[in-house]
C-alpha cells in the first residue's frame, strides 16, 4: 500500500512551538504532539490522493470509502505505534478496541470522503486519544485549509496555535448552527428533513458541509454557534468533544448530559445557547426516527 511509502514525517518546528505550554504536563504534551503530528501525516496523504481517485468501495448505500480512506488511515496508526506501541487503537476504517480502560486512540482518517470524491476542499482528519473513558487530547486538521484546532485536557483549545473559545451569541434567532444527515438518509429523508424545517423557524441559518469533525471544530472557534447531528460514529465526535469543552462550550446527549462518542443524538453550543438550543432540537426529531 502506498500509505506506508510516505515517511512520517517529524512535527513542524512552528507548529510544536506553537502548541508547547510552560505549564502542561509532559506526558500531556507528548500525547499531544504524537496526535498532531498523526493527524498531519494523514493529511499529506489525503492531499496526494487529489485528483488520482478513481471511485469507491461503499459501506452502506451512501457511505464510501477510498484508497486514501485506507492510506491515512494506516499512517496514522503506525505515527501512533511508534511512540505508543502498546496503546489501543479505534479506527474508522478498521475496527479495533472499544472505550473502556486504559488508553485508547479514536481516528477518522478522512471525514468528509463524499466531498472528497467530488473536489470540495472541505475534509478533516481526526484524532484523539481516551483514557480511562475520558477525552485526553483531541486534534482536527483542515486538510485544505492547513488548519489545526487542538485541546489538551485543563489546557484550552486552539487553532494553529492561539488559544480560541466559542461564540458569546446569546439570541437563538441570529445563530448560525450546523449539522449533517447519518446514512440512512434515504430510509428516513422525510423525517430528518422535518428536523431541518422545523429548526429553521429558530435560528438565523443552517449549514450542512458534510464534515462532522469540522463542524465541531468551528463551533468551538466561534464560526458556528452550535451544531446537532443524529447517529454520528465514535469517531466523528471523538476530537470534537474535547475541543468543544476546551473551548468553553457544551456538548451534551438529548437529554442534556455530557456527551459522549456513540451517542445518538449529540448537540453542541457556547453556554447561552446550551438549554434552548437542545430543546429546540429535541421537540423538533419525530417520533420514531431515533
Same mark, same amino acid.
Not at 489501543?88 to 479514536?106: F, N, T, Y
Given at each position: 500500500?502506498?500509505?506506508?511509502? =510516505?515517511?512520517?514525517?517529524? !512535527? ?6 506553537a502548541l508547547e505550554s510552560e505549564q502542561m504536563d509532559a506526558s500531556l504534551q507528548r500525547d ?25 468501495? /461503499? ?23 511508534? @511512540?505508543?506501541?502498546?496503546? $489501543? ?8 478496541? !472499544? ?6 486512540? *479514536? ?10 470524491? =467530488?473536489?470540495?476542499? =472541505? ?9 480511562? %473513558? ?19 485536557? %485543563? ?7 492561539? &488559544?480560541?473559545? *466559542? ?6 434567532? +441570529? $445563530? &448560525?448552527?450546523?449539522?449533517? /444527515? ?5 430510509? =428516513?429523508?422525510? %423525517?430528518?428533513?422535518?428536523?431541518? %424545517?422545523?429548526?429553521? @423557524? ?13 463542524? &465541531?471544530?468551528?463551533?468551538?472557534c466561534g464560526r458556528y454557534d452550535a451544531f ?5 460514529? !465514535?469517531?466523528?465526535?471523538? +476530537? ?14 438529548? $437529554?442534556?448530559?455530557?456527551?459522549? !462518542? ?9 453556554? +447561552?445557547?446550551?438549554? *434552548? /438550543? ?13
Amino acid at each position: 500500500m502506498t500509505g506506508l511509502a =510516505h515517511s512520517i514525517r517529524e !512535527p513542524a518546528p512552528s507548529t510544536t512551538r506553537a502548541l508547547e505550554s510552560e505549564q502542561m504536563d509532559a506526558s500531556l504534551q507528548r500525547d499531544l504532539d504524537v496526535a498532531v503530528a498523526a493527524a498531519r501525516d494523514g493529511s499529506d496523504v489525503i492531499r496526494s490522493w487529489l485528483g488520482r481517485l478513481r471511485g469507491a468501495d /461503499f459501506k452502506g448505500e451512501v457511505d464510501p470509502v477510498t484508497a486514501a480512506d485506507r492510506e491515512s488511515e494506516a499512517i496514522v496508526i503506525a505515527r501512533i505505534a511508534e @511512540t505508543f506501541p502498546n496503546d $489501543a487503537i479505534l479506527a474508522e476504517e478498521s475496527g479495533g478496541d !472499544p472505550l473502556g480502560r486504559g488508553r485508547v486512540w *479514536v481516528i477518522d482518517p478522512l471525514d468528509g470522503t463524499v466531498n472528497f470524491l =467530488h473536489g470540495v476542499p =472541505h475534509v478533516g482528519v481526526s484524532v484523539a486519544l481516551y483514557q480511562e %473513558g475520558s477525552a485526553r487530547v483531541g486534534v482536527i486538521v483542515d486538510v485544505f485549509r492547513d488548519e489545526v484546532f487542538t485541546a489538551a485536557l %485543563g489546557e484550552g483549545a486552539r487553532l494553529n496555535g492561539q &488559544l480560541t473559545m *466559542v461564540s458569546g451569541q446569546s439570541d437563538l434567532g +441570529a $445563530a &448560525l448552527v450546523a449539522t449533517g /444527515f447519518p446514512y440512512d438518509r434515504r430510509r =428516513h429523508a422525510t %423525517g430528518y428533513a422535518e428536523i431541518i %424545517g422545523t429548526m429553521l @423557524t429558530h435560528v438565523q441559518g443552517i449549514r450542512r458541509m458534510g464534515t462532522a469533525s469540522l463542524d &465541531l471544530a468551528w463551533v468551538a472557534c466561534g464560526r458556528y454557534d452550535a451544531f446537532w447531528e443524529l447517529k454520528l460514529a !465514535p469517531w466523528d465526535v471523538a +476530537a470534537g468533544i474535547l475541543l468543544i469543552h476546551e473551548a468553553g462550550g457544551h456538548m451534551t446527549d438529548l $437529554a442534556g448530559r455530557p456527551a459522549r !462518542p456513540g451517542d445518538r443524538v449529540v448537540v453542541a453550543s457556547n453556554a +447561552a445557547l446550551r438549554e *434552548v /438550543f437542545r430543546q429546540r432540537v429535541a421537540e423538533a426529531i419525530p417520533p420514531g426516527l431515533l
